[in-house]
């Protein structure tokens, strides 16, 4: 068992997908699994079940997640403690952000940071939004850019970098959905709306749907992720309330294909900012990433 070992372990016991986790940590599916085949090996124990179509922790694996968590935490404090000589921090660092903050928000932070700490490797992965919380408070990710819920977790740190109105999008071609949000009072309870799973972005609009009265909303889909919204819209399969930065940010031919009504009554915007597990700003690399953020604007609730 070695350091290399853990983190794919810890990956994998995240994603639950060989494919995702293989790809991610740059090698072969068929050589991810012999190297969990040998953890297991040199633990005794079974860590996950899997099958043809799904991946799950075992009892033993759940256990031995807080195990390879604690001893990688370990392993980086002792490197930096190592390493105290250099005047350059070393060493990875592991973000979460949505794909659209990956080109309107982090470029600017990580420039900053990486002038600062140029030794230091960044670990991106890209996903929905609504999950960078739990990712943080998992250790999935040391850092995230997430939107603020009502209410986050007591153990969460919360830095805000911004706010993100939303706008209603609807298909640019013209058709059913076209005329009726064109009405001057649409019947929203008869219009398809694309929601996402959960998040503040469906705070917001569940508190929309209750100023305007929709108690059944008509739902085409919910989804996983804004940047799918947007497209979905496109596709003229229905109306989404979504972050404007995911439109601005959206491919020009997928922007061609949506239409923006005229602005609805007011939606409330929501707070985005950078996420971090409050004890573990004691950690050098951690540290030095929240240092950099606007420390006037911290929230820890």
Same mark, same amino acid.
């Given at each position: #068992?070695?350091?290399?070992?853990?983190?794919?372990?810890?990956?994998?016991?995240?994603?639950?997908?060989? !494919?995702? +986790?293989?790809?991610? #940590?740059?090698?072969?599916?068929?050589?991810?699994? %012999?190297?969990?085949? %040998?953890?297991?090996?040199?633990?005794?124990?079974?860590?996950?079940?899997?099958?043809?179509?799904?991946?799950?922790?075992?009892?033993?694996?759940?256990?031995?997640?807080?195990?390879?968590?604690?001893?990688?935490?370990?392993?980086?404090?002792?490197?930096?403690?190592?390493?105290?000589?250099?005047?350059?921090? +070393? !060493? =990875?660092?592991?973000?979460?952000? &949505?794909?659209?903050?990956?080109?309107?928000?982090?470029?600017?932070?990580?420039?900053?940071? %990486?002038?600062?700490?140029?030794?230091?490797?960044?670990?991106?992965? +890209?996903?929905?939004?609504?999950?960078?919380?739990?990712?943080?408070?998992?250790?999935?990710?040391?850092?995230?850019?997430?939107?603020?819920? =009502?209410?986050?977790?007591?153990?969460?740190?919360?830095?805000?970098?911004?706010?993100?109105?939303?706008?209603?999008?609807?298909?640019?071609?013209? !058709?059913?959905?076209?005329?009726?949000?064109?009405?001057?009072?649409?019947?929203?309870?008869?219009?398809?709306?694309?929601?996402? $799973?959960?998040?503040? &972005?469906?705070?917001?609009?569940?508190?929309?749907?209750?100023?305007?009265?929709?108690?059944?909303?008509?739902?085409?889909?919910? $989804?996983?992720?804004?940047?799918?919204?947007? &497209? #979905?819209?496109?596709?003229?399969?229905?109306?989404?309330?979504?972050?404007?930065?995911? $439109?601005?940010? &959206?491919?020009?031919? $997928?922007?061609?294909?949506?239409?923006?009504?005229?602005?609805?009554?007011?939606?409330?915007?929501?707070?985005?900012?950078?996420?971090?597990?409050?004890?573990?700003?004691?950690?050098?690399?951690?540290?030095?990433?929240?240092?950099?953020?606007?420390?006037?604007? #911290?929230?820890?609730?």
């Amino acid at each position: #068992m070695d350091i290399r070992d853990l983190k794919l372990f810890l990956h994998l016991a995240d994603s639950c997908h060989f !494919g995702r +986790t293989a790809n991610a #940590m740059h090698i072969s599916p068929s050589t991810l699994s %012999r190297q969990i085949q %040998r953890l297991e090996e040199s633990f005794g124990h079974l860590l996950f079940m899997r099958d043809n179509r799904t991946v799950r922790l075992t009892e033993a694996g759940k256990q031995f997640t807080q195990f390879a968590q604690q001893t990688l935490l370990q392993y980086q404090q002792l490197s930096h403690s190592l390493n105290q000589q250099s005047a350059l921090l +070393t !060493g =990875e660092l592991h973000l979460f952000c &949505s794909v659209t903050a990956a080109y309107s928000h982090l470029p600017k932070i990580l420039d900053t940071f %990486r002038l600062a700490n140029p030794l230091i490797e960044i670990k991106l992965t +890209t996903g929905d939004a609504a999950d960078a919380v739990n990712k943080v408070a998992r250790r999935a990710a040391d850092l995230a850019i997430a939107g603020k819920s =009502e209410k986050l977790p007591d153990n969460i740190l919360f830095n805000k970098l911004g706010e993100i109105p939303l706008v209603l999008i609807a298909p640019s071609l013209a !058709g059913t959905i076209r005329q009726q949000v064109s009405q001057p009072q649409p019947n929203w309870q008869q219009i398809p709306f694309i929601l996402p $799973v959960h998040g503040p &972005s469906r705070q917001r609009i569940e508190l929309w749907f209750q100023q305007h009265a929709i108690i059944n909303p008509l739902i085409y889909a919910t $989804v996983s992720g804004h940047e799918a919204i947007v &497209s #979905m819209v496109a596709l003229g399969c229905g109306i989404a309330l979504i972050p404007k930065v995911v $439109v601005d940010n &959206s491919p020009e031919s $997928v922007r061609n294909r949506i239409w923006q009504p005229d602005p609805i009554s007011r939606v409330e915007p929501f707070d985005l900012g950078v996420c971090v597990l409050n004890k573990r700003l004691n950690e050098p690399l951690i540290r030095a990433f929240w240092q950099l953020l606007p420390a006037a604007n #911290m929230l820890s609730q």
